[in-house]
């Protein structure tokens, strides 16, 4: 079992800064793949950004590259989440989640736990 819990959401203008934060708790952070997803009103969830275990290994949707980082330290049981240089289209509620399992952290359904999402709202 695995416990996750986003923090870092909010309300900022465009071209802001957020950075996201989902403390894990449960079996041992260190040995599985974290993901970043958003889900916008209306629209299907989706992967922004995703880590190895190690945080040697990362990935990031080609709408987010050169403005969102993912970073983890395991020391902490926490994985992060930079988002810079926000634009409206990315408001919706991010939510982290872990890869316990053998699958693929580029696929959203490899994924086996979930936070509750946080909030991130980008005014114009």
């Known amino acids: 079992q695995v416990q996750l819990v986003e923090s870092g959401g909010g309300l900022v203008q465009t071209g802001g800064s957020l950075r996201l934060s989902c403390a894990a708790s449960?079996?041992?952070?260190?040995?599985?793949?974290m993901g970043w997803f958003r889900q916008a009103p209306g629209k299907e969830r989706e992967l922004v950004a995703a880590?190895?275990?190690?945080?040697?290994?990362?990935y990031y949707a080609d709408s987010v590259k050169g403005r969102f980082t993912i970073s983890r330290d395991n020391a902490k049981n926490t994985v992060y989440l930079q988002i810079n240089s926000l634009k409206p289209e990315d408001t919706a509620v991010y939510y982290c989640?872990?890869?316990?399992?053998?699958?693929?952290?580029?696929?959203?359904?490899?994924?086996?736990?979930w936070g509750q999402g946080t909030q991130v709202t980008v005014s114009s």
């Open positions: 880590i190895s275990w190690s945080g040697g290994s990362t």
């Open positions: 989640a872990a890869l316990v399992g053998s699958g693929s952290f580029h696929d959203l359904y490899e994924y086996d736990y």
């Open positions: 449960g079996r041992s952070f260190s040995s599985y793949p």
